[in-house]
């Protein structure tokens, strides 16, 4: 028996959901529970060149109704740092909110400041400072200061991983993405685990409209994430999907309609898009290259 990785699992297991709540005639987050329609939405930004670039855009979005924003930066202390106080001395008085994430790119020191900076400036959360697999620098980190730390969610995708970082203290509050951690039943006992220790899951929702369904519907089945991660400009993720995921003017997600993901595809646009072909006969998968 060959043990499939979580990243391999997690499409199949998230398209048989979608299939058994379509036969039950269900959205799939009221087939899980249910618990809500809706849920507060952040603007997660791109890269962009130059701290000006990133005020222009901050205000872009609050003229959206976006009220919580977090910022992929360039993950460099002093010029993150220099970007923070930027944003805080044009946007103090806009009741926004902001978190920061450095995909992962400081040094321990260098994390440490940076906390201390954010909590100043009342960040809602400081995301990936560190590695995934540095949990003991993480529990120390979060032993240190009060804004809430969080990891990327992209490296410790095992079930007993997570439950590792989660009882050894290492974070504020958990962070999967249940397009990586082995689909929706593995994401429901990673959410689990969390409520049983007090925690959010702060569930990753960048991709294409099927990957931020997958993770809308588990957000909304269950009470404990506050926030669905909106990747802007969402346009290009949008690519191939009829149905669209978009933030309101009030700054909230909606449930899709229709019963399981409640996404429809333009498949014929997909095809003709395609490089690549699976087809399956009785030798087995066989890849061919489309003209």
Known sequence: CVLMQPQALSPIDIALWDLVSKYAKMPLYQFLGGARSKILSYASTPFLPSIQDYIEYVQELKDEGYKFIKFHTWCIFD?????????????????????????????????????????????????????????EGYRELKSRVDIPIIAAGNTLLHLNQIEQGIQGNCWSNARVDATLAGGITQTRKIMGIAEANSMTV?????????????????MLAYNNSTYFEQAVPVEPLEFGALTTIRTDKEGYVHAPEGDGLGIEMDWPLIEQSSHFRLALDSTGWTEFTLE
């Open 202 to 218: 702060e569930l990753q929702s960048w991709g294409y409209s099927l990957s931020q369904a997958a993770n809308l519907h588990l």
């Open 79 to 135: 010029k993150d740092m220099a970007l923070v106080s930027a944003i805080h001395d044009v946007f103090k008085d806009s009741g926004l909110k902001f978190m920061l994430d450095v995909e992962s790119g400081y040094n321990r020191e260098e994390a440490l400041k940076a906390a201390k900076i954010l909590e100043a400036y009342d960040y809602l959360w400081f995301e990936a400072p560190l590695p995934d697999t540095d949990l």
